[in-house]
């Protein structure tokens, strides 16, 4: 499968990593603002064409698909361009920067008959699907408790006065977008969209959120998230049942499962895992392809949409504003 990149920076670096591994992709095309940049990232990988003007690549460029990884104010507009041009898209979470935006999306993809889903490599890992299988185990389930915090070192620079693109509004950024999705969407992938969302925020001058919380309301069950930029956790996730509690060591990369049952025994549920992280999103969104099917049942559309519309909400409720929610 041929694949264009938007975006040459770290997390592209580990997606290449991870789809190599599926001996089904070829770098083919890389796009990036400057052509010094885009020249060194593709000198990395056997020296895929290089463009700095993306109608260009998608008119000239060989490439069935195109991964993008660019700024998240920019991922509608360079997806349905791609779009329009026939070319799948794996877009880098969040898929956009509000529900509006998704659903605009999620209409190109349709129109053209393309591939879309968001590169949310959690729910797609194998230890994901243990989650998914042994959910049954824990009897009547009342609580989904998630956290990722992560003291973000761009924060530093931030408080010597430099802004950069993570604690920037005009990329739509800040802690609910780079780290709150991860929490959000196995929960709402495991249990549908809540009917009550309940959100909190710590604003910075720059007009992002440093950190936040949420409770969500189900009709026999709440979920809670945390999240931040500029502080550290260390607690693993729980998924608490009336005869269990299934405790997932990082819901943002779960490599090990476990359910404490009442009685005191502990069952260990972990599948080992051979592959770098991203190779399971990258050969789900292959597979598609191949397949001729259009929508993850995994990264679905409904769950990408569903998750827009919780951020949306929480967003709301925080005073949290981007230049895209303005349009």
């Not at 000198?43 to 700024?71: C, H, R, W």
């Not at 529900?99 to 797609?124: D, F, G, P």
């Not at 800040?174 to 495991?190: N, R």
């Not at 476990?258 to 991203?278: A, F």
Request: proline share 4%.
């Amino acid at each position: 499968m041929r694949f264009g990149i938007i975006g040459t920076n770290w997390i592209t670096e580990r997606f290449i990593k991870g789809a190599f591994e599926t001996e089904q992709f070829a770098l083919t095309a890389v796009y990036s603002r400057t052509e010094e940049k885009g020249r060194e990232f593709a000198a990395q990988y056997n020296q895929p064409e290089v463009f700095t003007d993306l109608q260009e690549m998608l008119e000239k460029g060989s490439l069935d698909a195109v991964y993008i990884a660019s700024p998240n104010s920019l991922h509608a507009e360079q997806a349905i361009l791609c779009m329009n041009h026939g070319k799948h898209i794996l877009c880098e979470k969040p898929m956009a920067s509000n529900a509006r935006e998704v659903r605009e999306m999620i209409a190109a993809a349709e129109k053209n008959n393309v591939v879309l889903m968001e590169a949310l490599k959690s729910t797609l890992m194998p230890n994901f699907k243990v989650i998914q299988e042994n959910l049954f185990k824990l009897g009547p389930i009342r609580r989904y408790f998630a956290g990722y915090c992560q003291y973000s070192s761009r924060y530093d620079a931030y408080k010597e006065g430099k802004v950069l693109n993570a604690f920037n509004p005009q990329f739509s950024n800040g802690s609910l977008m780079d780290l709150g999705i991860y929490c959000i969407y196995p929960m709402v992938t495991l249990f549908g969209k809540p009917d009550l969302v309940k959100a909190t925020g710590v604003m910075l001058a720059s007009g992002v959120d440093g950190e936040g919380s949420l409770i969500m309301r189900y009709p026999d069950m709440e979920g809670v998230v945390m999240h931040s930029k500029i502080s550290n956790s260390y607690l693993p996730a729980e998924i608490q049942g009336e005869l269990g509690t299934m405790v997932i060591d990082k819901i943002n990369q779960p490599y090990d499962v476990k359910i404490h049952y009442r009685d005191g025994n502990v069952e260990d549920l972990t599948k080992p895992q051979i592959h770098e992280p991203m190779y399971y999103e990258a050969l789900e969104f292959i597979d598609m392809i191949k397949c001729s099917d259009r929508d993850s049942k995994i990264n679905s559309h409904a769950n990408s949409l569903a998750v827009a519309e919780v951020m949306d909400e929480a967003r709301r409720q925080m005073g949290l504003r981007f230049a895209a929610d303005e349009v």
